[in-house]
């Protein structure tokens, strides 16, 4: 059995307590099969998020995240990294039904937005969008959230450009397919990788 190395405390390159299980489960992987403990340590240390899994985007004057969902289990795991979030912050919820996200959409409300009600003071406002942007709206309006608080727009481009002077950090949401589009836009104004070559 390995055994940690000596010398400083490794770090996740990732946030969220769900990305240090995910880091463990690589070392423990990479480990097993037969690779060094401190060169799978540093492997998982330089790992730099991206496609929208924790991805960040220069946007506004804060800078913005985007975290891919695809199920309840996923999308509870970002809204308790939500919890920690100490300052006030915009949040995003794009929805789409597409083959790749699944037509069936009813899994937003085995999700629990009813966090979002905790945020008091610290969530500035919800904007929702995509293919089911309306179901969102919804869906967080029976979450708590006061629809005074909640935009709905559609358009990719004019989300984007109504946040490029926003003061607070900007937390974006998608599905699969919605995150491809959101990327495309952000790319557009922010820059950032390209994935597709």
Not at 162 to 169: I, T
Request: with cysteine; aromatic share 8%; net charge negative.
């Amino acid at each position: 059995m390995s055994t940690m190395p000596s010398g400083p405390s490794p770090e996740v390159n990732l946030p969220a307590l769900y990305n240090v299980y995910n880091a463990v489960g690589a070392v423990a992987a990479m480990t097993e099969m037969g690779i060094p403990v401190k060169a799978a340590i540093g492997a998982v240390a330089s790992f730099k998020c991206g496609f929208g899994r924790m991805e960040s985007f220069q946007l506004g004057k804060a800078g913005a995240k985007v975290m891919l969902v695809k199920n309840p289990a996923g999308c509870n795991q970002v809204l308790d990294f939500l919890q920690n979030v100490k300052e006030k912050f915009v949040l995003v919820v794009c929805l789409n039904d597409r083959g790749a996200d699944g037509t069936d959409v009813s899994w937003i409300w085995d999700a629990e937005f009813e966090k979002l009600r905790t945020l008091s003071g610290r969530l500035e406002r919800v904007i929702v969008s995509g293919d089911r942007a309306a179901d969102m709206a919804v869906r967080v309006k029976y979450a708590g959230i006061d629809p005074r608080f909640v935009t709905l727009e559609h358009d990719y481009e004019k989300l984007v450009s109504s946040l490029e002077n926003e003061e607070r950090p900007v937390y974006m949401i998608p599905t699969y397919t919605a995150m491809l589009e959101l990327r495309e836009t952000l790319i557009k104004h922010c820059g950032g990788d390209e994935f597709w070559v």
